[in-house]
């Protein structure tokens, strides 16, 4: 059996270069194994109780090992023994009511340390105000930024935002996927996939979110001014997860002028 070690990695370094090596060979009937972060076992949903082990509690800058991709950052992705799962067709269906009446559209955000320096991916408070002023009037918006308590321990510092606060004095339509959890007592990782399997419209910025967001097929418009993604025009080889038409921007200007022309 082919054991394919996460290595305690980032989440993005994870859905790119383990989970679809790890689909790839169970669906060709290769015998593999997975050694993970706790609380990915939805996204794993294809394999058996043995094939899977939850072995790290805490997420590192670490590289996966026994991967046949040794990097996530490059300007084609080689597709060889690659494959994504159909998250929507396995998730869509799953009843969860949010009272989503209008269409759904997640937003999802991050301000954490980056590359051991101030964060510089995130949408501001302001950009955020803009963005949720005229997008809650035609859809049931989910704020996806979540607490270090809902999701594995990783390497990066998170900061103090405002957005929350944002949210609840300005803008109290829209749902917090921290607070959709608790209310209803659903792991984060699982709630993410059921969530955005039912959405076709994603805004998210650099790193894994702007990954998980573009593996439900819709559009994703993504935020990002630095990154290896930026250096090597990886952005334009995401729509290979889903499907997904993705759109990447470096000023929040354009962001928000593109945003409200086609959402």
Known sequence: ??????????????????????????KNNIPVKVLTSKGMREFYYFLSSEQYEEKYDVRTDKHPLNTRLKTIHFPTLDTTEWEFPNYTNRYKDVKLDVGNEKPLLIISNKFTREWFNDPVNFLDVNTLD???????????????RPL?????????TSYKLGDYELIKEKHPEVLDMNNIAIQNQIPFNILQLILGSKCKKFISVQGGNSILASIFGGTNLIYAVKGGELQN?????????????????????????HTLKVY
């Open 1 to 26: 059996m082919k054991v394919v070690d996460t290595n305690a990695c980032e989440f993005g370094y994870e859905l790119i270069m383990v989970l679809p090596y790890v689909y790839y060979l169970n």
């Open 130 to 144: 803009i963005l949720l002023s005229k997008l809650k009037e035609r859809y049931t918006v989910i704020y996806n």
């Open 148 to 156: 270090p308590t809902m999701i594995v321990e990783d390497s990066q």
């Open 233 to 257: 025009n990886s952005f334009s080889w995401y729509n290979k997860f889903s499907g997904a038409n993705i759109k990447h921007f470096t000023t929040y200007r354009d962001l928000i002028q």
